[in-house]
């Protein structure tokens, strides 16, 4: 059957003219003929079996005990899988809305609910979450343990083995010391690390010790990514053994291991990062002002290195430069107050910094703070919302000012955010708004829209806000829809403004208002009905 498939082939790519098919009828017109012959090729290679012993019955997947999706909503979920219009073209997307940014939201209502999924959609969840890494926590977890048993039939699904909630309901437990040791000995990759996770979570200190069991054995990126486990649950117990962990022969273990350590404000590592910190930044009280001073490292002896310290600075930064900010980001930041005069995080970062020393000073200052999750320092580094935009008291980017807030709650975070907004507008908005709790709190949902008018009303295009808007449409509350209804009309266009950008705006916020009530109706769909039967 090989052999006459390859001849066809051969025939067609020479030309019939030149080759005549083999078995062909020779009355018949030769393209013809190759093509007949073709397709009943196909279907004998398609259909074709040897015979052979049937092969064991699967064993059927494990009931769902959840309750059922009610059927509203089983059918939007269907719709949310189908659509596959989003972006179509990159043209103008009118004011229908972008369905498949509407599914992670659903997801997280329907699992807020406790609901199992409707079984034949279990193949379309699973091929979404395949191509979406983002979708994967919330659609594995609504799938339940039925997404396991499909990824064991399908290796387009194999994710789920790693990071489906059911994936580790065949794990062993903490007690099961044998079964523990043996999957632990012999199982996949994929495997131990879903066992290493679901043990972190569960029983730290035997997860550790499970790692500790094998640890001069394993693989240097294996160790790696054991070692990034230890990120749950991360206490004082674990610091012997990452102290041990930062004489690894592997560079990224030695500095994931001083990462872990520099986030425990009571470890050895933190105290004498603490100690090389305190040497560089002091306070000079000579002049009328005190002025923070800087003297950065002169060299990365081994003893910085072993504590995670990168000797060599990537291209166009400065060696010194390089090593100070390590070494000020590892530093525990309780330690500054006592070496910098009794003053407050606020205090501190409000002095000035000689020699051009603040933007990395601060910048540090801000590594620190998100890695040891310290409030304090984070709302004295982020100001007030009204400082410039590239100013502030630390001169903070906005990509640190995003990372900053999301070490405070999301009432003060969306309170700050607002701030912003109002009195800067939307321009630099977008990545402050990324890390803010969804649905908006009212007073920056208000912000927001209050900014779009104001674009709007400035005559230029949605275009140049269309990040945020998309934003708005996933984010805002759905009760603010008819407060929204006074910008839908096409507004009278002033001489300065953009031709035709009143019906664009009008477009969008159409877009917007849909997507809002459409919102409202998925998450009404979700409740459950508690209407006594008949």
């Known amino acids: 059957m090989t052999a006459a498939w390859e001849e066809l082939v051969t025939s067609a790519l020479l030309g019939t003219d030149r080759r005549t098919p083999p078995g062909t009828d020779p009355a018949r017109e030769a393209p013809v003929a190759l093509l007949d012959a073709a397709a009943v090729e196909t279907v004998r290679r398609r259909a074709g079996l040897r015979p052979a012993p049937a092969a064991e019955r699967l064993e059927p997947a494990a009931g769902d005990t959840r309750p059922a999706l009610p059927p509203a909503a089983a059918r939007r979920l269907a719709l949310l899988l189908a659509d596959r219009t989003a972006g179509a073209g990159g043209g103008r997307r009118g004011t229908a809305p972008d369905l498949t940014e509407l599914l992670p939201q659903w ?131 674990d610091e012997p053994f990452l102290e041990q962990a930062l004489a690894d022969r592997s560079r990224n273990v030695r500095a994931t291991a001083a990462e872990l350590l520099s986030a425990l404000p009571g470890s050895a590592l933190a105290a004498r990062m603490a100690v090389r910190a305190g040497a560089c930044v002091a306070v000079d009280r000579t002049g009328d002002t005190p002025t923070l001073t800087v003297e950065a490292p002169h060299e990365c002896d081994p003893a910085m290195e072993r504590d995670g310290v990168v000797a060599k600075a990537p291209a166009g930064r400065g060696q010194r430069s390089w090593w100070l900010g390590q070494v000020v980001e590892a530093a525990p930041l309780g330690c500054w107050p006592g070496r910098l005069g009794g003053r407050t995080p606020a205090e501190i970062v409000a002095l000035p910094v000689a020699d051009d020393w603040q933007a990395e000073l601060h910048a540090a200052w801000c590594r620190a703070a998100v890695r040891q999750r310290d409030p304090v320092w984070a709302r004295a580094l982020l100001g007030v919302p009204s400082a410039p935009e590239a100013g502030g008291p630390g001169a903070v980017s906005l990509a640190e000012r995003a990372k900053l807030l999301g070490t405070l709650g999301a009432e003060e975070r969306a309170e700050w955010v607002a701030g912003f907004i109002a009195a800067h507008g939307l321009s630099e908005a977008f990545q402050l708004l990324g890390v803010c709790a969804v649905p908006w709190a009212p007073a920056l949902g208000r912000a927001v829209v209050d900014a779009l008018n104001i674009a709007r009303d400035a005559g230029s295009y949605p275009w140049s806000f269309s990040g945020v808007m998309g934003l708005a449409e996933r984010c805002l509350d759905p009760a603010e829809a008819n407060r929204l209804d006074g910008l839908l009309a096409v507004p009278d266009e002033a001489e300065d403004a953009s031709p035709g950008a009143g019906g664009h705006w009008a477009e969008a916020f159409q877009r917007l208002v849909t997507t809002l009530r459409l919102r409202a109706a998925m998450l009404a769909e979700l409740e459950p009905d508690t209407r006594p039967e008949p």
């Open 107 to 237: 997801l997280t209502a329907a699992n807020a609910h406790g609901y199992a999924p409707p079984p034949h959609l279990l193949p379309a969840l699973l091929d979404a979450a395949r191509g979406r890494t983002d979708l994967r926590p919330a659609a594995l977890r609504f799938a339940g343990t039925r997404a396991v048993w499909l990824a064991r039939l399908n290796p387009d699904w194999r994710f789920a083995l790693r990071a489906a909630p059911g994936a580790d309901s065949a794990l062993p437990g903490p007690e099961e010391t044998e079964r523990v040791q043996r999957l632990w000995q012999e199982g996949l990759f994929a495997e131990r690390v879903a066992l290493l996770a679901a043990l972190r979570a569960r029983e730290p200190a035997a997860a550790r010790e499970l790692l500790a069991s094998t640890w001069a054995t394993e693989r240097a990126e294996d160790r790696l990514m054991f070692l990034d486990s230890l990120r749950t649950n991360l206490g004082a117990a």
